[in-house]
């Protein structure tokens, strides 16, 4: 690759030879407003707002579309790009406040601050009448009424493997729907809505809810946090991307209300043990091989909606939020002797799905559900910013001693993860000895498929990791015609696993999801407690929960999939 | 016979608007390497004021299909696609289907494409996403469909006119003539086939077609295309898409501007924002207006010619600017 030098308002930038004007500005934090621009996904070039200009040309053109030359000279502020931008930008936002939900309800906006920087009205033009809104489950939903075609969410959706949204229409009636084939549905993984420059493609709010709970004061308010959210939070405040925030976000979570900073990795721990004793049984009886991870929803929707025929391969564990929400509400409360239904538990998550999961009547414990509200990483930030607690500078504080957690918890959020946590365990019941060594990195990384062998006692183990719905049809294909490929296989909806989630900051691109990965395995390299197993607090819980009835135990630690219709 | 050099010496150029010289894009495509190419004849004919295309499939389908076979043998590819504007082919499908089906004896694919009546099928690389199946919007180019085209394959795409005028320079019988089609307030359209270097008020006087009454013209397509006044034409060629449409000169300004705006508001194919947006606000800021909001039109104008992703959207200003300098003799 040829290396250039470039101008960008007078500064002198190396690049490479043909790469994007807006590629070079974005990864030398230069700003350029833009929408329609994903560095993982094509260049539209159509929401015409990226204007620079050459030096000596009296022409805009969009910085997506014009490529690094040696001795190129562009500016990204003068009179003429800034009047066009400002106009394209009015077309494009038009009654954006009036229609954005978070806009009417008073909260943060990241595009009206955007809107504001740049001197966008927003009331300057009209919208044409589109389509209404369309809910995706009870985890995301589409809002033709702020949608800017600018196709991302399209785009994302073609490229996991679901063709779920398209455009439709032409001219001003051109917006965001969905496929009406009945053999095409939404997973709920929510990447649309991470790829959503506007929030037209958004999460299901459950902001007003939690504040809603935060003000009542016969609820007792329990806030858990997912691995991957305290490794992506700080993007949100220009923190460096992976640097982890617990301590931070658990004095923030206090200064906002909850009663209690709990943590969903404490459910990750119970889910290994539930799972790694199944898998350990399914290996013992050679029954149900492969077992299929089951804790993401939306790879479960996946499954139970494209491959209903293969359910009987998910492992029934419970996900962690689920396991460590009803822990809350039954163990947690009967030992503090609180009344289950005063409980509210609310996680914070960087997935769309897990609101969809959270809402199951399945679930529910004595007629309650384990979680209550899901935020995702990017609500949580809004309420953050709501309040104005500045979070890269709070004092850190420890999490409250009920979300005690290991290091294979943490690392729950990386593709390979589950299935890492999993394996120490499982080596763990089948030998009696750890795992060595206890990190097992040939499951790690952000290919879409990842295969491995590991050896436990005489056994050979094939283990899989795949994520996206793409590359998890490929693994089926494969299964069909060789059902024995496989002993143990770990599906995740999102690319690179829950760091790569829908409910994730935006940008969010393969390379920050890189880098987000590197910091959940530096969490769990630092951690002395490394497998669930020895997790005190997941042994307090499972000792209270052998000492119920069976179906009790049933009620708490397990669950049950079914086919699944269309929106359902 | 090589007729590259004929097409050259007859300086051939594409007669869809864009005036490309025909033998550049013949040399082009020749250059590239590919197992495939493909030629494509498109009869969009989406403009207003424009039935050109419909006349000459009409009256010389033989020549333009002799036009298409050329262009076939030249670039070495038996397979094109003719590109139909849905209405057209209702009418002409008998004759059509005859010249495909002679072709198809003689070992020629010529597949039709029934276009739903689009201005944005103009638009080469639009056309080539409408027959993928795609949504109809322009492609970023480069790659231009030379190099990269229908399916992925190197394409040459011509306007009917261009291949009529192919087979006749391939005979040493082109003459340097084009079509015009020519319209009126009073009467219905006309086509002529006249010298390409008239100027517009020689081709009125030639076909007696000076009106009677005082008027304004605008040439080179309905929608897109100059406004000039009746004193602007004798020095004035065709440019563009050969058509001439009469207004009296006490045309009600808002009806024009609405007749335009209301055409780009829904012939847009929706991908751009300024011609997504900014032609549905004009539409409906002329609409709801007693005058003519002139001063809050102008960013979006300004926008559209300079930020628009197709000449479609950079087209919108140029009737309206013209019309106000030549006709309204305004300054905005």
């Given at each position: 690759m040829t290396k250039v030098t470039i101008e960008i308002n007078g500064k002198k930038y190396s690049a490479e030879k043909g790469e994007s004007i807006l590629q070079v500005a974005i990864r030398n934090n230069i700003e350029i407003p833009h929408f329609c621009h994903h560095e993982d996904l094509s260049t539209d070039a159509n929401c015409r707002t990226c204007l620079v200009q050459k030096e000596g040309d009296d022409n805009v053109m969009t910085s997506c579309t014009l490529k690094a030359e040696e001795g190129l000279k562009v500016k990204t502020d003068t009179p003429k790009v800034k009047r066009l931008r400002r106009e394209n930008m009015e077309l494009l936002l038009a009654k954006y406040e009036k229609n954005a939900p978070l806009c009417k309800a008073g909260h943060f906006s990241k595009t009206l601050e955007l809107m504001k920087k740049y001197g966008v009205k927003g009331d300057k033009y009209q919208r044409d009448e589109v389509c209404p809104l369309h809910k995706m489950g009870n985890a995301a939903e589409f809002d033709p009424s702020i949608c800017i075609a600018c196709n991302k969410c399209v785009e994302i959706c073609e490229k996991i493997g679901i063709n779920f949204l398209k455009l439709e229409g032409k001219n001003s009636r051109t917006r965001v729907t969905y496929n009406k084939d009945p053999k095409i549905d939404c997973i709920y993984c929510g990447q649309c809505t991470a790829h959503c420059p506007v929030a037209a493609?958004?999460?299901?709010?459950?902001?007003d809810a939690v504040e809603k709970v935060l003000k009542d004061p016969n609820k007792i308010v329990i806030v858990q946090t997912a691995p991957s959210v305290r490794a992506s939070i700080g993007e949100e405040f220009g923190v460096e991307i992976g640097v982890d925030l617990t301590e931070k976000l658990a004095t923030a979570y206090r200064m906002m209300g909850f009663d209690h900073v709990f943590d969903v990795n404490m459910g990750a721990d119970i889910t290994t043990m539930v799972e790694a004793q199944e898998l350990v049984e399914r290996l013992e009886k050679n029954e149900d091989l492969p077992m299929f991870t089951s804790c993401c929803p939306g790879w479960v929707k996946f499954l139970e909606f494209y491959h209903p025929e293969l359910i009987p391969h998910l492992t029934t564990a419970r996900s962690p939020q689920i396991h460590s929400g009803g822990a809350y509400k039954t163990w947690w409360?009967?030992?503090?002797?609180?009344?289950?239904?005063?409980?509210?538990?609310?996680?914070?998550?960087?997935?769309?799905s897990k609101k969809y999961e959270a809402s199951f009547d399945k679930l529910k414990i004595d007629g309650l559900k384990p979680v209550d509200y899901v935020l995702t990483t990017r609500e949580l930030a809004v309420m953050?910013?709501?309040?104005?607690?500045?979070?890269?500078?709070?004092?850190p504080s420890k999490i409250d001693k009920e979300g005690t957690y290991s290091g294979a918890a943490a690392i729950y959020g990386a593709s390979g993860g589950v299935m890492e946590s999993a394996l120490r365990t499982a080596y763990f019941l089948l030998t009696a000895k750890e795992l060595d060594p206890i990190e097992f990195r040939p499951v790690r990384g952000m290919e879409g498929i990842k295969k491995a062998t590991v050896k436990i006692g005489k056994r050979k183990l094939k283990l899989g990791v795949v994520a996206t719905a793409k590359y998890a049809r490929e693994v089926i294909y494969e299964l069909k015609s060789d059902p024995t490929a496989y002993d143990y296989i770990e599906f995740m909806a999102c690319p690179g696993g829950c760091i790569g989630g829908g409910g994730q900051p935006i940008p969010s691109t393969e390379r920050i999801v890189e880098q987000r990965i590197k910091g959940i395995y530096k969490i769990d390299h630092n951690m002395k407690m490394r497998c669930a197993h020895e997790n005190p607090v997941v042994q307090e819980f499972m000792a209270y929960v052998k000492r119920l009835p069976e179906h009790k135990k049933q009620e708490i630690l397990y669950t049950s999939f079914s086919q699944k219709k269309k929106f359902e | 016979m090589n007729i590259l050099p004929k097409i050259k010496e007859a300086d051939l150029v594409g007669r869809g608007g864009a005036g490309f010289p025909t033998y550049l894009k013949w040399e082009g495509i020749q250059k590239v390497k590919a197992d495939k190419k493909y030629v494509i004849c498109n009869a969009s004919e989406g403009e207003l004021g424009l039935f050109k295309d419909f006349y000459i499939l009409q009256n010389h389908a033989d020549r333009v299909f002799k036009g298409l076979q050329l262009a076939m043998d030249f670039i070495g590819t038996k397979k094109a696609f003719f590109n139909f504007n849905g209405d057209y082919y209702k009418k002409l499908k008998l004759q059509i289907d005859e010249l495909v089906e002679e072709y198809e004896e003689r070992g020629y694919q010529i597949t039709i494409f029934r276009e739903h009546p689009s201005y944005i099928g103009g638009e080469e690389t639009a056309l080539l996403n409408a027959i993928e199946g795609k949504r109809v919007e322009p492609r970023l180019k480069p790659p231009y469909p030379s190099d990269r085209g229908l399916f992925g394959q190197p394409t040459l795409i011509h306007n009917v006119e261009t291949l009529y005028n192919v087979a006749d320079v391939a005979e040493d019988k082109f003459e340097k003539k084009r079509f015009y089609c020519l319209s009126f307030p009073h009467k219905k359209g006309e086509v002529h086939h006249l010298p390409a270097n008239w100027s517009i008020k020689k081709i009125l006087e030639k076909t007696n077609n000076i009106p009677d009454f005082p008027y304004f013209v605008q040439i080179g397509g309905s929608a897109s295309g100059l406004v000039l006044n009746s004193s602007q034409l004798d020095k004035?060629?065709?440019?563009?898409?050969?058509?001439i449409e009469i207004y009296k000169k006490s045309t009600d300004p808002r009806e024009l501007l609405l007749k335009w705006f209301s055409f780009y508001d829904q012939e847009s194919c929706g991908k751009c924002t300024p011609c997504r947006e900014g032609t549905f606000q004009l539409r409906k800021m002329v609409e709801e207006s007693k005058n003519i909001p002139w001063q809050k039109m102008k960013p979006i104008l300004e926008v559209l010619e300079e930020t628009s992703f197709c000449a479609l959207g950079k087209s919108v200003p140029v009737p309206v600017y013209s019309f106000l300098k030549n006709v309204l003799k305004k300054k905005l």
């Open positions: 493609v958004r999460e299901q709010g459950h902001i409360a009967e030992r503090e002797g609180i009344d289950p239904s005063k409980i509210v538990v609310v996680s914070t998550m960087p997935c769309t953050l910013k709501d309040r104005k607690i500045d979070l890269p500078n709070l004092k | 004035q060629k065709m440019m563009g898409a050969g058509s």
